[in-house]
């Protein structure tokens, strides 16, 4: 009875892999689907955005934001402190090789990304829920800037928080008040990005 158990099991197994193949080659058959990454394509230009993630803990996490660096055409990622960074076996997992085209650069803190981002002219705007923050998607952001996002359970360091220029907020409706950081690095990227390419 064990037996026949393993081989129904692997036999599901298989009959999954092949139903997975089979749905990879009508995906590539179907002229208008644009779901195959262009490697050959070089970035012409990079928008004049960079994201600092401070102390962020999870290298899924890390490696779905340098998803949406390198979708969004990004200028950089910048890791802070504990936040892990390339090269990363789980980065790379979730990034799916996302984070190979990105410009990255660790710093030891968060402060001092804060001050070599400023030394360059970046605007920093915080993306944490609090009292004094906007609405995302009504603030103007100016070119170059710099978004920060903080860890998974504390956010962004309050020391942090003071160096900020601006705080944003993504409104949220229910019990939970913010949504997971690297869905929230998603939505506010590409709201900067739609507002610059509108211009």
């Known amino acids: 009875a064990m037996h026949v158990h393993s081989l129904k099991k692997h036999a599901q197994l298989i009959a999954a892999q092949v139903m997975m193949l089979?749905?990879?080659h009508n995906a590539r058959q179907a002229e208008y689907l644009?779901?195959?990454?262009?490697?050959?394509?070089?970035?012409?230009?990079?928008?004049?955005?960079?994201?600092?993630l401070d102390n962020v803990r999870s290298a899924f996490n890390v490696g779905q934001i340098f998803r949406t660096a390198?979708?969004?055409?990004?200028?950089?990622?910048?890791?802070?402190?504990?936040?892990?960074?390339?090269?990363?076996?789980?980065?790379?997992?979730?990034?799916?090789?996302?984070?190979?085209y990105v410009p990255t650069r660790h710093f030891?803190?968060?402060?001092?990304?804060?001050?070599?981002?400023?030394?360059q002219g970046y605007y920093i705007i915080g993306m944490e829920t609090t009292a004094k923050s906007a609405v995302y998607s009504q603030v103007t952001y100016p070119r170059p800037t710099a978004l920060i996002v903080g860890n998974e359970v504390s956010g962004i360091c309050t020391e942090v928080m003071d160096k900020c220029d601006e705080l944003v907020e993504i409104p949220c409706f229910g019990v939970k008040n913010s949504l997971n950081v690297?869905?929230?690095?998603?939505?506010n990227v590409f709201e900067v990005v739609r507002q610059w390419n509108n211009k």
Do not use: F, M
């Not at 262009?38 to 970035?43: G, L, M, P, S």
């Not at 690297?182 to 939505?187: D, E, K, P, S």
């Open 182 to 187: 690297a869905a929230a690095v998603a939505t």
């Open 70 to 100: 390198e979708a969004a055409a990004l200028c950089e990622v910048v890791t802070c402190g504990i936040t892990p960074h390339p090269p990363h076996p789980q980065i790379n997992k979730t990034a799916l090789g996302a984070e190979e």
């Open 34 to 52: 644009r779901n195959v990454d262009n490697a050959q394509r070089k970035v012409s230009k990079r928008h004049e955005l960079v994201v600092v």
């Open 22 to 24: 089979n749905r990879e």
């Open 108 to 119: 030891s803190s968060t402060k001092k990304a804060l001050e070599y981002l400023r030394s």
